[in-house]
């Protein structure tokens, strides 16, 4: 290959990044929902923890819903900005870690007051179900208790300054 192609390639592969880079950045400051400001990890998976890290190193959080309002906000995120297909799962930061059967958001130490949970759920599986995802269940939305250690899409929240 010649070192004019080396070079074409080379610039294509970075302009690729840049825009894709561009597009995340996009993504994270056009969703704006009332207080707060939304980064949305549609193409990452990672388990509850990893999600929880990753966003603290955006300087955010992980997601937390304080109300119907904002979770209905979400709920369209997810229906009409990502692939978010039977099957599909995403973190928030809600958690009953530390005392089976009663849910905190982990990101803020609040207590998960919306009942939002899909039919049969939380249902702690297996004994082992302790953090808060999106999950849609055959074409229906909502909570779902599941294993920390599952990979999962996930969005960082952060208040507006
Ligand atoms: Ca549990
Ligand atoms: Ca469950």
Known sequence: MSRICVVLVLFIVCTQALSL???RHKRQVTNQFRNKNYYVESLIKANFYNAFLFCQRLGMRLLTIDNNEEYDYILNILRTQIQFKPGSKLWTSG????QEGTFHWMSTGFPVLINKWLPKQPDNGSG???CICFWNNRGTIGFNDEQCTDVANFICESPKL
């Open 21 to 23: 880079a561009e597009s």
């Open 95 to 98: 958690t009953d870690l530390a």
């Open 128 to 130: 082992n179900e302790n």
